[in-house]
């Protein structure tokens, strides 16, 4: 009798190879790459592939010391400009323009590169000219002094000799009419150091030149003496090479620019 082979079933694993698992797969690319990262050259230098370079700009830093001088200049420059056409303010500006004039002041105050000026005399004295004050000649003592027609104003100077103490303020006129002159006003004074920024002053005579000038003046020359006496005492608030500002004990600003003349 004859034996009847049973053929067992081939396991399907056997005949068709198994079809890998496309997540193996990125896995072991996945692993491959963090493990061995490719790297191409570029003009920064090499980078990993498949990855955008990150290039960044280093902003250069300012030194305080260049932040201070850029406020400084900016500052000055806005105060040319507020002050620009106002004739020192001899004769009043409006409200809103002196408030202006007074922020960028203390602006300036607030960055003295001068702290204590009395103890650097050196950057006080020599001739300055005024460029703005908050004194101001108005209604009848501008008539009375015949500035609204006859006389006109010129510059004002002031001269100080540190080594003296002594001060010297001038102010020019000149006169209309069939014989136009020129004339200044000239006032004395001597100047004691009383703190690191505030100095005491005390009159010591004054002139009017030539005799013309002052015979227009004569009847009120105590009024005109009156407007610009320095008697009493400036604190020296901002100085640097080119600029000076002050406060006197009547709450006057005075604005000052060095001139590049000794005696005016």
């Known amino acids: 009798m004859a034996t009847k082979l049973v053929q067992q079933p081939i396991p399907?694993?056997?005949v068709i190879p198994p079809k890998p698992r496309a997540t193996k797969i990125i896995k072991t690319l996945r692993l491959f790459s963090a493990t061995h990262p490719r790297t191409k050259s570029t003009i920064f230098g090499e980078c990993i592939s498949g990855f955008r370079p990150i290039y960044s700009t280093k902003v250069a830093e300012q030194s305080p010391g260049m932040v201070e001088d850029e406020t400084?200049?900016?500052?000055?420059?806005?105060?040319?400009q507020a002050i620009q056409g106002l004739n020192r303010g001899i004769f009043g500006i409006p409200s809103a323009k002196k408030s202006e004039i007074e922020g960028l002041v203390?602006?300036?105050?607030?960055?003295n590169p001068t702290p204590d000026p009395t103890l650097?005399?050196?950057?006080?004295?020599?001739?300055?000219?005024?460029?703005?004050?908050?004194?101001?000649?108005?209604?009848?003592?501008r008539t009375k002094l015949g500035l609204r027609d006859f006389i006109s104003l010129g510059d004002f100077f002031q001269i100080i000799d540190v080594t003296k103490g002594k001060a010297v303020n001038v102010v020019k006129f000149s006169a209309k009419g069939l014989n136009l002159f020129n004339g200044k006003l000239t006032i004395?004074?001597?100047f004691k150091i009383s703190s690191k920024a505030r100095v005491d002053i005390s009159y010591d005579q004054s002139s009017i030149t030539p005799d013309q000038l002052m015979n227009v003046f004569r009847k009120n020359y105590d009024l005109l003496l009156g407007i610009f006496n320095p008697q009493?005492?400036?604190?020296?608030?901002?100085?640097?090479?080119?600029?000076r500002i002050g406060r006197?004990?009547?709450?006057?600003i005075f604005i000052l620019e060095r001139s590049g003349e000794n005696e005016p």
């Not at 006197?248 to 006057?252: A, E, H, P």
């Open 12 to 14: 399907a694993s056997h």
């Open 120 to 141: 650097k005399l050196e950057k006080v004295g020599g001739c300055w000219k005024l460029v703005y004050s908050t004194i101001t000649i108005l209604g009848s003592k």
């Open 232 to 243: 009493g005492w400036l604190e020296i608030t901002y100085v640097d090479d080119k600029l």
């Open 72 to 80: 400084l200049a900016q500052a000055k420059t806005e105060l040319y």
């Open 248 to 252: 006197d004990d009547k709450g006057n």
């Open 188 to 190: 004395e004074a001597s």
């Open 106 to 111: 203390k602006l300036l105050e607030s960055h």
